[in-house]
């Protein structure tokens, strides 16, 4: 049982340049969250699945898309990337109808 | 829109001493409020609920609606506590869950 999986651990992408964060789940969980980490503004969140095929905008989407192809998985896109996307990306799930949850292990993005 | 405040980016403490986080909140309806602590190299974890009330590793926080707060609180601190501390607001019956701005504890020996 891994619970929250994020690929990769670390990215350097050059300005302008596309990636895919990958985010898998194995605990059969409803609701997928992304969220950025900065220093002095905590987590924000990008974007959230309630249920696979649906996704809602959170605080801070833009430039980002997202897509949640089945129960499992929950990909953040950055069609092209700026510095001001600089960050830790962590992507969450939870069961529905219970409160709590589960992290992934994030994401450290440096764009140059 | 829902909003959560914790004012202090840093807070420090000796070991032994009574610890106090604070996190405000805004939301019109009803919430549910939870308290995340990220220990170093670890994972993002829940560390309580407020529907739960509940105790835990000494921490306890109240769901105050009249002054919308949900204070995070210890009375004897230990150096283990040491960790960034987030505070957590999810809108009843909806899945978006948003976190405060996090208080980083330092206790020092």
């Known amino acids: 049982n891994a619970g929250v999986t994020q690929t990769p651990k670390f990215q350097v992408l050059k300005t302008g340049q596309s990636m895919t964060l990958q985010c898998a789940q194995d605990?059969?969980?409803?609701?997928m969250y992304w969220y950025r980490q900065d220093p002095g503004m905590g987590l924000r969140l990008i974007y959230y699945?309630?249920?696979?095929?649906?996704?809602d905008k959170g605080e801070v989407p833009n430039g980002y898309n997202v897509s949640r192809l089945n129960k499992r998985e929950f990909s953040l896109r950055l069609e092209s990337a700026a510095p001001s996307q600089t960050s830790v990306y962590f992507c969450a799930s939870r069961k529905q109808g219970d409160t709590e949850a589960f992290f992934g292990q994030g994401t450290r993005l440096t764009v140059v | 829109a829902q909003r959560v405040t914790q004012p202090e980016k840093l807070l420090s403490v000796f070991k032994g001493a009574p610890v106090e986080l604070k996190c405000n909140y805004s939301?019109?309806?009803?919430?549910?409020l939870f308290w995340y602590v990220q220990y170093s190299r670890q994972r993002l974890q829940l560390l309580l609920r407020h529907i739960s009330r509940e105790s835990i590793k000494g921490f306890t926080a109240d769901l105050n609606k009249g002054e919308t707060s949900f204070h995070l609180k210890k009375p004897f601190a230990q150096e283990e506590d040491s960790a960034m501390y987030y505070c957590?607001?999810?809108?009843?019956?909806?899945?978006?869950?948003?976190f405060g701005t996090g208080t980083r504890l330092q206790v020092f020996p």
């Open positions: 939301y019109s309806g009803s919430p549910e």
């Open positions: 699945s309630a249920s696979e095929g649906t996704t």
């Open positions: 605990m059969n969980h409803n609701s």
């Open positions: 957590a607001l999810r809108a009843y019956n909806t899945d978006k869950l948003i």
